[in-house]
């Protein structure tokens, strides 16, 4: 957004420098991006209290156009008089608005067109005015100069004037020949399947019935809010001109301009949120500015089509809150004076003597604990009281406010609640765990391609209502695509040993709005969203050196760093299961049950997906329900004394049926296991058969030791063979 100093000087009679201006502009939140020099031009005051050059105390001024970044929640600031409302707040100086003086004709508007809005949720107001006999020509020098400063070509007096208002108050309008207006009349609609609409681009469109056009009695004539349609166009023979000003529903405007390609000056400002009690006034300013420069008469009245008209509703503002929110006891009077200088409009709410609170439009009466606070139609971005706290720290200063540290309260009967890890504590221990076994963490967009989303899950996707493109259409229902692309674009770089972790979001669809457009979706039908905590490796355990040669990672790295995460927390009913899912190779997957359901599966990338994604190492993936397992406990940890005795190890040799996995081996000797076992593990496992058929050979490592005395040869024996009777219900026994 380009605004002009000379410009901005005739709302507000600012002093301040270029430079001195630009940075409070920015501390505003009005982010001024660059300075240039504009071409010198002629000023003075006319008729219009505009500048012209027939003015005998005109003189040469150079002007400095500021190239201002306005957020999109503020589209009141996308205009000269927008952006000198926050300077005279700022600089407390008077607003001064521009003067509007019209000599209406006899003759009334509603005489000569009629308006009628089909579609009002679309189209919430329209107003029209005619101005006959007008003669188009080029605009005057002056304001050719003021829309050459803000990047506009000048096309002729009457669409100047269109530009100068919009660039002006921060309106969109359009002129139309009344002369092309079949029947003279406008029919506010959506439009026809397959209608059509040369619009004034040249480009000939094909219409969708969600696109709102403006029509006369035959056909379309413009695409509202966008862009005007040549048929109607303002040429040299043009004599009466129709203006309009109107408002229109942000999220129609901004599918239209997508769906058609069109980005405007008018729908940048309708799909950010136009002012509708501006329309009738940004009217009026520009039909006296067509009958200044252009001639014409202007018509009696406005033909204003407002079917429902809008009110704002009101926000209670606490002087205790702003202190609360900002730590700081704002002065009262700088409050009113800040939000009234904004165009909010404020009744406050005085304390009396006797306790009790009464409404006063002064606070003469004493210190007012509240206000009753309505925003102007314009400021569509303040909804609450936070909204209004936020609006005076802004031009309060926040430099002005004091660094204060928040005193934590103890909550009541806290000290007798036993200590618990919290959320955030728990993803803390999550991510210095990962972090501590080589993991880098990533973060990856949630908007997929649906068809590759299809390939990994049958999980319905939520479907976006406005996608960016068919490749970010809908929100994943699993990470697994977005992790394969993080792993393939470090991997297509010559990054070759990964190891990546996104704890994200997976959105699935429910039933009844599965494939529903985003916007469409009822309250009741929300997505689930989940927590998904995705792993993913590639490449070496351990690089090559003199010593050995290079490892690769394998399944057992992946399993062992899921086993250290899991152990972090209390999962006493942890399972395992050897089978994986279909994008998984057949014999590389897994999974960790939870009672029985899963809590995370893993393995290794199937070779024909392995493929298709071009990698040329095996590619190692893990999925784990996240917000299960923030759902458990941290496990407490605690100290045990080394034992100063010493400890006996013994390897035993057991035959195992097969089928029968390690995991009930373990669980059988966890049960049988006597004080004097400090740990066991395996070993060595023998496939099937090479010892006795249909079982398989573990060579079992247990380890001895007491916390109080030297074992005896003979309490070792005993809780040995204690420890392989407890095997027995397996069908497990010693190799003789």
């Known amino acids: 957004m380009k605004i002009s100093l000379d410009w901005l000087k005739e709302f507000v009679a600012v002093t301040a420098g270029p430079k001195e201006l630009k940075t409070d502009l920015t501390n505003l939140g009005l982010g001024v991006e660059s300075l240039a020099g504009a071409p010198s031009r002629i000023t003075g005051q006319g008729e219009a209290g505009l500048p012209t050059e ?30 000198a409302r926050e300077v005279a707040t700022l600089y407390r100086l008077p607003l001064k608005r521009p003067r509007i003086e019209l000599k209406e004709s006899p003759a009334l508007t509603n005489g000569a067109v009629s308006i009628e809005i089909t579609d009002p949720d679309l189209c919430a107001r329209y107003c029209g005015r005619v101005v006959r006999n007008v003669e188009v020509k080029p605009s005057p020098a002056w304001l050719v100069r003021r829309l050459e400063a803000v990047g506009l070509r000048p ?36 439009a026809r399947p397959g209608e059509r609409l040369r619009t004034l681009d040249g480009v000939e469109r094909s219409l969708a019935s969600e696109n709102l056009v403006i029509a006369d009695a035959e056909r379309a004539v413009a695409l509202a809010g966008v862009m005007g349609g040549e048929d109607t166009e303002i040429s040299a023979s043009t004599r009466t001109v129709l203006l309009e000003s109107a408002w229109f529903d942000p999220v129609s405007i901004r599918r239209t301009a997508k769906s058609q390609g069109l980005h405007t000056e008018a729908s940048h400002r309708f799909e950010r949120g136009a002012d509708i009690e501006m329309a009738p006034v940004a009217l009026d300013r520009a ?3 067509i009958a200044d420069i252009a001639g014409g008469e202007i018509l009696g009245g406005i033909l204003d089509v407002y079917p429902a008209p809008r009110v704002r509703p009101e926000i209670p503002l606490g002087a205790g809150e702003i202190v609360r929110i900002l730590g700081y006891d704002v002065p009262a009077g700088e409050v009113e004076r800040i939000l009234g200088s904004l165009g909010f409009r404020m009744v406050s709410r005085a304390a009396t003597s006797t306790g009790r609170e009464g409404l006063s439009s002064s606070p003469s009466g004493g210190r007012p604990g509240a206000w009753i606070v309505t925003p102007p139609s314009f400021r569509l971005d303040v ?53 501590g076994l080589g993991f880098y963490e990533i973060y990856t967009s949630s908007m997929v391609d649906p068809e590759e989303n299809a390939r990994f899950t049958n999980r319905p ?55 529903r457009r985003e916007s469409a979706t009822k309250p009741g039908d929300l997505p689930d969203e989940r927590r998904v905590l995705t792993l993913g490796m590639s490449g070496a355990r351990r690089d090559a050196s003199v010593h050995e040669p290079e490892r690769a990672l394998d399944f057992y790295d992946l399993k062992g760093g899921l086993e250290a995460l899991i152990e972090a927390f209390e999962a006493s009913r942890l399972g395992f299961a050897a089978e994986g899912c279909a994008y998984f190779e057949p014999g590389f997957a897994a999974k960790f049950l939870l009672d029985g359901q899963p809590l995370a599966i893993f393995g290794r990338l199937a070779s024909r997906l392995a493929r298709e994604y071009k990698f040329s190492r095996d590619v190692w993936l893990a999925e784990v329900d996240y917000d ?16 100063k005795f010493p400890a006996v190890k013994r390897d035993f040799s057991l035959l195992v049926p097969m089928g029968t996995p390690y995991e009930r081996v373990a669980e059988a000797l966890a049960g049988a296991r006597d004080e004097e076992v400090q740990s066991f593990c395996p070993v060595e496992r023998l496939p099937e058969g090479k010892i006795l058929p249909d079982h398989y050979s573990l060579l079992l490592r247990v380890t001895f030791q007491s916390a109080t005395r030297t074992l005896t040869s003979e309490e070792i024996a005993g809780a040995g063979r204690r420890l392989v009777e407890g095997l027995a219900p397996l069908g497990v026994r010693l190799r003789s």
């Open 54 to 83: 027939a003015n005998p105390s005109a003189q040469v001024s150079g002007d400095t156009v500021f190239e201002i970044e306005v957020t999109t929640n503020r589209p009141d600031c996308l205009s000269h008089l927008g952006v």
């Open 287 to 289: 039909a006296q500015l």
């Open 383 to 435: 909804a609450r009281e936070v909204d209004l706290i936020e609006e005076i720290a802004r031009h309060f200063g926040y430099d002005r406010l004091p660094s204060r540290l928040r005193v934590a309260t103890r909550r009541i009967g806290e000290e007798n609640l036993p200590v618990q890890a919290g959320r955030r504590e728990k993803e803390s221990a999550v991510s210095n765990l990962l972090a």
């Open 461 to 515: 996707p939520v479907v976006l209502g406005n996608p960016l493109s068919q490749e970010a259409s809908v929100l994943r229902s699993t990470s697994v695509p977005s992790m394969l692309h993080a792993l393939g674009w470090n991997l297509d770089r010559g990054r070759t040993d990964l190891r990546l972790y996104e704890a994200g979001k997976i959105y699935v669809a429910k039933p009844a709005s599965a494939g």
């Open 155 to 190: 096309i002729n007096n009457v669409a100047d004037v269109t530009n100068y208002v919009l660039m002006d108050l921060g309106h969109p309008l359009h002129a139309f020949d009344l002369a092309r207006l079949r029947a003279s009349k406008i029919i506010v609609r959506r």
């Open 628 to 643: 299960r397992l923030l759902e458990l406990p941290l496990r407490a940890r605690s100290f045990r004394p080394f034992s």
